[in-house]
């Protein structure tokens, strides 16, 4: 058997493995999983008319447009908050030590749950993207082609944040260190156009908004979806997509193999 088929094998099998786990034990997707929607049904029908008025829309309904790219793109964050949780537990508990005895691709084990946690993230912006056309979103100015690239910069977007999430698996000791320590995968969606546009934030501000990973992702999500200008967002979301990607690959790989445990 070559080690190209071998390693897929091996990484299918991680893979049904970790989806098993999440159908088994699914509190902490759900849990994750309410907060995008919760902050969705907040802004709309607690927020909505005042956030409107803020960004120069004519009721709610401008704001439910505005909002909904931001909260797929923080579904995706509060969605990985998950893999680091359970990379962490993979490495406490003892069930790597015990891959590492058995014939198996070594990096199977980090595909396994990489490719696992990007089918759940894209199935939670499935959902929260039905609950938001559900209260009124629609996105009339996008074609087929922007729906296709939409869905390709999510994917792309969770796998890039997905290998971040490993990484900050692999070097906590416990679950709730890994929990703590992807915080900022919620918090920065937060800090970013989401929720109001970044020229309303204080000046000296604005730049750390403007070129965090998420800012540039949303405002591209947004110009897909809605058909605003994209400018150099795309370029600069694709970028971080690249960077993030290639940056926690290596950090992840190189810990995992490093690692005694």
């Avoid at 709730?176 to 992807?182: D, L």
Wanted: glycine share 10%; hydrophobic share 50%; charged share 10%.
């Amino acid at each position: 058997m070559s080690t190209l088929t071998l390693a897929v094998r091996d990484s299918s099998t991680m893979l049904r493995r970790n989806l098993l786990h999440a159908r088994r034990y699914p509190s902490m997707t759900l849990n994750l999983l309410l907060t995008p929607i919760m902050l969705l049904l907040l802004f709309v029908y607690i927020f909505g008319d005042v956030m409107s008025a803020g960004i120069g829309g004519a009721d709610r309904s401008d704001y439910i447009a505005y909002i909904v790219p931001g909260l797929l793109l923080l579904t995706i964050g509060s969605t990985t908050i998950g893999t680091a949780v359970s990379v962490s537990n993979d490495m406490t508990e003892g069930i790597i030590a015990r891959f590492r005895t058995m014939a198996i691709h070594r990096g199977s084990v980090l595909v396994g749950h990489v490719v696992g946690s990007v089918l759940q993230c894209v199935a939670s912006v499935v959902l929260v993207g039905a609950v938001a056309v559900a209260i009124g979103f629609r996105s009339t100015d996008a074609g087929a082609l922007e729906w296709l690239a939409a869905f390709g910069l999510l994917a792309f977007f969770s796998m890039a944040f997905t290998w971040i999430a490993v990484g900050m698996g692999l070097i906590s000791p416990n679950a709730e260190a890994a929990s703590n320590n992807a915080l900022p995968m919620i918090l920065l969606p937060m800090l970013s156009s989401a929720f109001i546009p970044v020229d309303t934030m204080p000046g000296w501000f604005q730049p750390i908004a403007e070129y965090q990973p998420f800012t540039p992702a949303i405002e591209t999500l947004r110009g897909l979806l809605l058909g605003t200008e994209i400018g150099h967002n795309g370029w600069l979301s694709l970028a971080w997509c690249v960077g993030l990607t290639v940056l926690g690959y290596r950090w992840s790989t190189s810990k995992f193999n490093s690692d005694p445990k």
